[in-house]
């Protein structure tokens, strides 16, 4: 089994530990650095994890790490690094969250919808984690982790949208007219929000990737 250590403190990265005959799957964007020991091929989630990629600007290939030996990575913000482990069960998450998993994940892509392509910030794909194993994940600034009962609701404005796992139900809604998205900003922040019914675990972030970028254009 990969040993995973999330390190740092408001700033955290990934430091991974893998045995002989014991592999990872990584996003090469992400990665910090690796030990002489640690081999790297090349590997996709198929056909249309590669095109979902390159429409998402992520990377297309992702890479498999074999032991022995050591990697680390972070992500594109400063923030937190949290671990899912999966029992045979699924998580969706945004692109740029994904670090690393285990091999033993499988990984696919799903459409996101049109009003999170243009107001999540994130691209216009999720990312489908399944099976048993751990998944690695980043989010920008504090991670937030919602556990909803079976018909429990939160609306989570829609590019603070992290994670969710596949028991919950996501939908995307306009919240206000015309005055209040004037008086939003043109960051879009407060129009759309995603609608999730549990069961199950929601993961947001503190930071809108949407809205940082925003703020950064108008100065």
Same mark, same amino acid.
């Given at each position: 089994? +990969?040993? !995973?250590?999330?390190?740092?403190?408001? +700033?955290? *990265?990934? $430091?991974?530990?893998?045995?002989?005959?014991?592999?990872? !799957?990584?996003?090469?964007?992400?990665?910090? *650095? %690796?030990?002489?020991?640690?081999?790297?091929?090349?590997?996709?989630?198929?056909? @249309?994890?590669?095109?979902?990629?390159?429409?998402?600007?992520?990377?297309?290939?992702?890479?498999?790490?074999?032991?022995?030996?050591? &990697? #680390?990575?972070?992500?594109?913000?400063?923030? %937190? +690094?949290?671990?899912?482990?999966?029992?045979?069960?699924?998580?969706?998450?945004?692109?740029?969250?994904?670090?690393?998993?285990?091999?033993?994940?499988?990984?696919?892509?799903?459409?996101?919808?049109?009003?999170?392509?243009?107001?999540?910030?994130?691209?216009?794909?999720?990312?489908?984690?399944?099976?048993? #194993?751990?998944?690695?994940?980043?989010? $920008?600034?504090?991670?937030?982790? *919602?556990?909803? %009962?079976? #018909?429990?609701?939160?609306?989570?404005?829609?590019? $603070?949208?992290?994670?969710?796992?596949?028991?919950?139900?996501?939908? +995307?809604? @306009?919240?206000?007219?015309?005055?209040?998205?004037?008086?939003?900003?043109?960051?879009?922040?407060?129009? &759309? &929000?995603?609608?999730?019914?549990?069961?199950?675990?929601?993961?947001? $972030?503190?930071?809108?990737?949407?809205?940082?970028?925003? %703020?950064?254009? @108008? @100065?």
């Amino acid at each position: 089994m +990969v040993k !995973y250590e999330i390190r740092g403190g408001d +700033v955290q *990265y990934l $430091h991974a530990t893998l045995e002989a005959g014991e592999s990872a !799957y990584i996003e090469p964007g992400h990665l910090i *650095y %690796k030990t002489p020991g640690a081999r790297l091929d090349t590997g996709t989630g198929g056909l @249309r994890g590669a095109f979902s990629h390159m429409l998402a600007g992520s990377a297309v290939f992702l890479l498999k790490v074999d032991g022995p030996g050591n &990697f #680390g990575s972070a992500g594109f913000l400063p923030g %937190k +690094v949290f671990e899912i482990k999966l029992n045979n069960n699924s998580i969706f998450a945004e692109f740029n969250a994904f670090l690393c998993m285990d091999s033993t994940i499988k990984y696919s892509t799903k459409f996101a919808g049109f009003w999170q392509a243009i107001f999540g910030g994130e691209g216009i794909f999720l990312e489908e984690f399944s099976g048993t #194993g751990s998944v690695m994940l980043h989010g $920008h600034g504090q991670v937030i982790e *919602y556990e909803l %009962k079976d #018909g429990e609701e939160i609306q989570a404005e829609l590019s $603070h949208v992290l994670a969710f796992e596949s028991s919950v139900s996501y939908n +995307v809604s @306009r919240i206000g007219g015309i005055k209040t998205m004037v008086l939003g900003g043109m960051e879009g922040e407060g129009f &759309f &929000f995603a609608n999730m019914r549990g069961p199950g675990k929601v993961w947001l $972030h503190s930071i809108s990737l949407l809205e940082l970028s925003a %703020k950064l254009a @108008r @100065r």
